[in-house]
């Protein structure tokens, strides 16, 4: 199958607490000065979805480079939840350089696993170099 | 606008990336074994991209708080131009664009010490009150 054939798929839901130490420590690396706040990339644990779509796509990580990465914050994701789900999937594929280099976005949607409200959007940008 | 100055998060070792990995669930040995890093075609160990993300989140959130109102961030975005490396050291700095009263951008970039760009970012913060 092309690279292109794996537009749409989906990873896999999981669901995975969130320990009020994991937020604390991850903070605590990233040096957010008040260490009772969530700090924003702290929803990068949530990404692993991409993984298992790269994986299906039987793309060498060792020829990923991470591009570029946003993410869109919902109301909710400042409030309190003990549970994420998440899920992601591949949004395109584009060639460039005569298929020596493919752009691949990804996204991913992280919910409130109590009552599915939005948290997160995150889109993931990665370079595959071919050759 | 306003100058958000650099900040120095200090200097990226291997204990550091430990902990990241740890913290993030990126266990990728590129950031933690320098053999591996090697023989993936890397000079050697990198930082995570997501590392230095953190920094700039953080360096927006310390630069925030010294606003009047309160502020909801809504989006943050990342282009990682350069690796870094064990040994870089990493400063975050920007500045901060009012656009209507009500939302606020903050441009930051995180630089090693020689001034070379790592990561460029841009968060979106729209006001709740005050």
């Known amino acids: 199958m092309t690279l292109q054939g794996f537009i749409g798929i989906k990873s896999s839901p999981v669901t995975l607490k969130v320990a009020s130490e994991d937020r604390a420590f991850f903070g605590q690396v990233v040096q957010e000065s008040e260490p009772s706040d969530l700090s924003p990339v702290f929803f990068t ?41 998440f899920d992601s999937s591949l949004e395109s ?22 009552n599915q409200e939005v948290l997160v959007n995150a889109k993931s940008t990665f370079i595959v170099r071919n050759g | 606008m306003n100058e958000i100055p650099f ?15 740890v913290a ?4 990728n040995e590129i950031h933690l074994n320098e053999d591996t890093a090697k023989k993936m075609g890397l000079p050697g160990v990198i930082a995570h991209g997501m590392l230095i993300a953190g920094y700039i989140s953080s360096r927006a959130q310390s630069a925030m708080r010294g606003l009047e109102g309160n502020y909801r961030l809504v989006d943050l975005s990342f282009r990682f131009k350069a690796m870094t490396f064990l040994g870089e050291e990493v400063l975050v700095g920007g500045n901060i664009q009012e656009s209507d009263g009500k939302n606020l951008k903050i441009h930051l970039q995180a630089v090693n010490g020689n001034q070379e760009v790592k990561t460029e970012a841009v968060a979106q913060y729209t006001k709740i009150t005050g």
């Not at chain 1, 020829?63 to 919902?74: A, M, W």
């Not at chain 1, 350089?97 to 696993?113: D, E, F, P």
């Open chain 2, 24 to 27: 993030s669930g990126d266990l």
């Open chain 1, 93 to 114: 594929v584009l060639e460039k350089k005569g298929g020596s280099m493919v752009i691949l976005i990804v996204l991913t949607q992280m919910r409130n696993a109590a």
């Open chain 2, 7 to 21: 900040e120095s998060f200090g200097k990226i070792d291997q204990e550091l990336l430990k902990r990241f990995s």
């Open chain 1, 45 to 85: 644990k949530y990404r692993k979805g991409e993984l298992e779509i790269l994986d299906k796509m039987q793309v060498p990580l060792k020829s990923i480079l991470h591009g570029e990465q946003t993410y869109h914050y919902e109301p909710a994701a400042w409030e309190s939840f003990d549970s994420i789900e």
